[in-house]
């Protein structure tokens, strides 16, 4: 079942450039410039690998967290962008809610964002190079970081999913993405001075960001680096608890969407009857009358 969701997945991904030759061209640039960052983040980590092990802990822990809530609120912010594999078009086929989630999770693992994200999230390793704790210790902390990002972003889908058929879940939802396109001028010309203002306060929120979901996996190498073992294993067990707890709300929204029909919409509470029609006669100048 794994499998036949990748090779649908895939074919639906290669068909797409067959009808549109802009889709094609679109995707090329993406991958281009998805290549180009992943290039410039590993040459970063083996600057970084050379430096300070606190300022490789900061690095990893702001950007993977900054990584995590991208993997959250993409679903929410643009529901309806890539409904290929969307529960509502599975709901139909007889698969256990169990194998679904194993299956929707590899197909996650192995699309391309969950592909760059591996690499990306592995390349972290590269920064401790010169410390072979955390290097042992950094591959698998990326992996546990890259299944949260996964898993978090299909459990809120699944969550969106329950709430989209809903009119005020669209409203508030096309105000959440509204505004901040109205505001984008005056939070860019805000925001530089702010965060020039907030580089020296960069490793106090790391400090913070690491002991939350968001960060608390990207920050197990760096703890064993800096001699931090009691801090890394609880910060393992933070971001292993997580991990779990995603997946039994994923499971459960999976169950809930997977057995629930698609509600349509609300009918019609006016009144019953004829209305103005029953006031006037059954004639042409009486239907036009009411």
Same mark, same amino acid.
């Given at each position: 079942?794994?499998?036949?969701?990748?090779?649908?997945?895939?074919?639906?991904?290669?068909?797409?450039?067959?009808?549109?030759?802009?889709?094609?061209?679109?995707?090329?640039?993406?991958?281009?410039?998805?290549?180009?960052?992943?290039?410039?983040?590993?040459?970063?980590?083996?600057?970084?690998?050379?430096?300070?092990?606190?300022?490789?802990?900061?690095?990893?822990?702001?950007?993977?967290?900054?990584?995590?809530?991208?993997?959250?609120?993409?679903?929410?912010?643009?529901?309806?962008?890539?409904?290929?594999?969307?529960?509502?078009?599975?709901?139909?086929?007889?698969?256990?809610?169990?194998?679904?989630?194993?299956?929707?999770?590899?197909?996650?693992?192995?699309?391309?964002?969950?592909?760059?994200?591996?690499?990306?999230?592995?390349?972290?390793?590269?920064?401790?190079? $010169?410390?072979?704790?955390?290097?042992?210790?950094?591959?698998?902390?990326?992996?546990?970081?890259?299944?949260?990002?996964?898993?978090?972003?299909?459990?809120?889908?699944?969550?969106?999913?329950?709430?989209?058929?809903?009119?005020?879940?669209?409203?508030?939802?096309?105000?959440?993405?509204?505004?901040?396109?109205?505001?984008?001028?005056?939070?860019?010309?805000?925001?530089?001075?702010?965060?020039?203002?907030?580089?020296?306060?960069?490793?106090?929120?790391?400090?913070?960001?690491?002991?939350?979901?968001? $960060?608390?996996?990207?920050?197990?190498?760096?703890?064993?680096?800096?001699?931090?073992?009691?801090?890394?294993?609880?910060?393992?067990?933070?971001?292993?608890?997580?991990?779990?707890?995603?997946?039994?709300?994923?499971?459960?929204?999976?169950?809930?969407?997977?057995?629930?029909?698609?509600?349509?919409?609300?009918?019609?509470?006016?009144?019953?009857?004829?209305?103005?029609?029953?006031?006037?006669?059954?004639?042409?100048?009486?239907?036009?009358?009411?």
């Amino acid at each position: 079942m794994v499998a036949h969701l990748l090779r649908l997945r895939y074919r639906l991904l290669f068909n797409g450039f067959k009808r549109s030759t802009w889709a094609l061209v679109s995707a090329v640039i993406g991958a281009a410039y998805g290549l180009l960052i992943l290039v410039g983040l590993v040459i970063g980590m083996v600057a970084l690998s050379f430096g300070d092990s606190e300022l490789m802990w900061v690095v990893s822990v702001l950007g993977g967290a900054v990584a995590v809530f991208g993997w959250v609120v993409a679903p929410i912010l643009l529901r309806g962008y890539d409904q290929s594999l969307s529960v509502a078009k599975l709901r139909v086929f007889p698969i256990p809610p169990q194998r679904l989630v194993v299956g929707l999770l590899v197909v996650g693992l192995l699309g391309v964002p969950g592909i760059v994200t591996i690499i990306a999230g592995l390349s972290t390793t590269i920064g401790w190079i $010169g410390e072979p704790v955390a290097l042992v210790a950094a591959p698998f902390a990326a992996l546990l970081a890259v299944l949260t990002c996964v898993v978090a972003s299909r459990a809120f889908e699944s969550i969106g999913a329950s709430l989209a058929s809903g009119r005020r879940y669209r409203e508030v939802m096309g105000v959440v993405v509204f505004v901040p396109l109205l505001l984008l001028g005056p939070i860019i010309g805000l925001g530089g001075p702010a965060l020039a203002n907030a580089s020296a306060d960069l490793p106090l929120i790391a400090r913070i960001v690491s002991w939350t979901p968001l $960060g608390a996996a990207w920050s197990i190498p760096g703890d064993l680096a800096l001699g931090r073992p009691l801090d890394a294993l609880a910060k393992t067990a933070i971001a292993v608890a997580t991990l779990l707890i995603l997946v039994v709300v994923w499971r459960r929204s999976l169950t809930k969407l997977l057995a629930t029909p698609p509600r349509s919409a609300a009918p019609s509470t006016g009144r019953k009857g004829l209305g103005p029609f029953a006031w006037y006669p059954a004639t042409p100048t009486g239907a036009v009358a009411a």
